[in-house]
C-alpha cells in the first residue's frame, strides 16, 4: 500500500477487533457481530458499532430515538447479554512470538471455506487471540452526527434513501430495518476482561485526529472485519484505502471499500500517522433504488467526548474509566478552514436532480450547466440543480 501507509496500517491491525453478542444458554437464538476498535489494553476498553445490542434493549430500539437521548447505561440492555471481543496477534502477545510450526486457530466455519485448521501457520496467518468475554459499559452517540443526518437524509428525502447492509430487494422484515435505522448513529463502549500479563500494555492503543484536522481529499485507510465474527482468519481487519469524500459536521464519507460486518471498524489517516479519524457508522446505502460507492462514518473525537462525559456520571467504578481513554483534541482544527466560494455558481460540481433520477453536473457560467443527456431528458418537466456553496438553494431550470 506504499511507504506512506506503513505506520497507519500497523496501528490499524494492532487497535482492530471483532465483538460477538449472544444470549446466554440459547445457541439456537442466533448471534450478532460487528467490527470494534481497540482503544486501551491496559484495562481493555473497545468502541464498536451499536446496531448488535438493538435484539437485546429492554425497551426496545425506540429508546435509542429519545429525544435528548445520547447515552444508556449498560444495564439497558438484557442480563442475557454476552459479549466477546478478538483480535489479531500483538506483538507483545505469546503468539506473536509462536513458533511457526504451530497451528493457527480457525473457527467450524472457516473450515466450510476448505481451510485447515491444522494446516501449519507458515502457510497461513499467525494464531489469533482467543475471543474474550467483556462487558458493555455504556451505549453511546453523538447528538451532532444524528441532526447532520437527519437534516441531509430525513424529511422528504427519507424514502429515497436506504441504510442498512441489505439490498433493497432482500427479505428484511420492517421492524429489522427500522432496528437498524435508529441504530446508525450508536457506538458501544465494552471493557474486556483482563488477560495475560504478557499481553497487557498501558494506556490508548490509539491516538485521535480532531474534529475537522483531515481535510477533504486526504487519504484514509479503513480497518473492519467483513461479514463480523464470520471466519477471522481471513476476514479479520480487513484493509481498504480510499479518500475524505466529503465531510457536514461528524458526519464524513469516505470512497472506501466496506461492506457488511465492518460497522464500528476504525478509519485512520496517514497524516497524522495511525490518527483514528472515524467509525464505520454504515457502511452500504442505496439512493432511488441505486447502490451508492460511498461509506458513512462518524468522527471518533466527538464520541470520545461523550463516552468521557458519560463515564464521569455514571456509577463511581466507571467514572475512573474516563481518563484511560485517548485524550481530548488538542490544536484547532485544521484543513477545513472557511473559504469565499464566490457566486453560487463558482463552485464547479453541482447536484442536478429530474424527478427520481439524479447525478452530477458542472456549472461553467451563471446559470449555465453541464451534464449528461439521461439525467435531464428533454421532456423534462422541471429540472433542480444543487450547489455546495454555504446557504445556497436549489436553482430550478
Not at 379 to 387: F, G, I, N, Q
Request: aromatic residues 6%; charged residues 15%; proline residues 10%.
Amino acid at each position: 500500500m506504499g511507504r506512506q501507509w506503513g505506520p497507519s496500517m500497523r496501528v490499524a491491525e494492532q487497535a482492530g477487533c471483532v465483538v460477538s453478542a449472544s444470549r446466554a444458554g440459547q445457541p439456537d437464538a442466533g448471534s450478532w457481530s460487528c467490527s470494534g476498535v481497540i482503544l486501551s489494553r491496559s484495562p481493555g476498553l473497545v468502541l464498536c458499532h451499536g446496531g448488535i445490542f438493538t435484539p437485546f434493549l429492554r425497551t426496545g430500539s425506540a429508546a435509542l430515538t429519545r429525544t435528548g437521548t445520547a447515552f444508556l447505561p449498560g444495564d439497558s440492555c438484557s442480563d442475557d447479554l454476552r459479549l466477546h471481543v478478538q483480535w489479531g496477534p500483538t506483538a507483545s502477545s505469546p503468539s506473536a512470538r509462536a513458533d511457526e510450526e504451530l497451528p493457527g486457530l480457525c473457527t467450524p466455519q472457516c473450515a466450510s471455506l476448505g481451510l485447515d485448521p491444522g494446516a501449519p501457520s507458515r502457510a497461513r496467518a499467525r494464531p489469533l487471540q482467543p475471543p474474550r468475554p467483556a462487558k458493555l459499559l455504556l451505549l453511546l452517540s453523538c447528538p451532532a452526527f444524528r441532526s447532520h443526518f437527519a437534516r441531509l437524509f430525513g424529511a422528504e428525502a427519507a424514502d429515497q434513501w436506504h441504510f442498512v447492509s441489505s439490498a433493497p430487494d432482500d427479505a428484511v422484515s420492517e421492524e429489522e430495518e427500522e432496528d437498524q435505522l435508529r441504530a446508525l448513529g450508536w457506538f458501544a463502549l465494552l471493557r474486556v476482561q483482563r488477560g495475560a500479563a504478557a499481553e497487557e500494555r498501558r494506556g490508548p492503543t490509539v491516538t485521535v485526529a480532531p474534529l475537522g484536522a483531515v481535510a477533504k481529499g486526504a487519504p484514509l485507510l479503513a480497518c473492519g472485519s467483513p461479514f463480523g465474527a464470520f471466519c477471522p482468519d481471513i476476514f479479520l481487519n480487513t484493509l481498504s484505502r480510499g479518500v475524505l469524500s466529503n465531510a457536514s459536521g461528524p458526519l464524513l464519507l469516505t470512497d472506501a471499500r466496506c461492506l457488511p460486518g465492518t460497522e464500528g471498524g476504525g478509519v485512520f489517516a496517514a497524516r497524522p500517522a495511525g490518527a483514528l479519524v472515524a467509525l464505520v457508522a454504515a457502511p452500504l446505502c442505496w439512493k432511488a433504488r441505486e447502490w451508492v460507492g460511498l461509506t458513512l462514518l462518524c468522527a471518533a473525537a466527538p464520541l470520545l467526548q461523550v463516552a468521557r462525559w458519560a463515564l464521569a456520571h455514571l456509577h463511581p467504578g466507571s467514572a475512573s474509566l474516563s481518563v484511560l481513554l485517548p485524550p481530548p483534541e488538542v490544536g484547532a482544527p485544521r484543513g477545513l478552514a472557511p473559504r469565499d466560494l464566490g457566486p453560487p455558481w463558482a463552485a464547479a460540481a453541482v447536484l442536478v436532480e429530474c424527478g427520481t433520477v439524479w447525478g452530477s453536473g458542472v456549472a461553467v457560467a451563471p446559470r449555465l450547466v453541464v451534464t449528461c443527456r439521461h439525467v435531464a431528458p428533454r421532456e423534462a418537466a422541471k429540472v433542480l440543480v444543487h450547489s455546495s456553496t454555504p446557504n445556497a438553494k436549489a436553482t430550478e431550470g
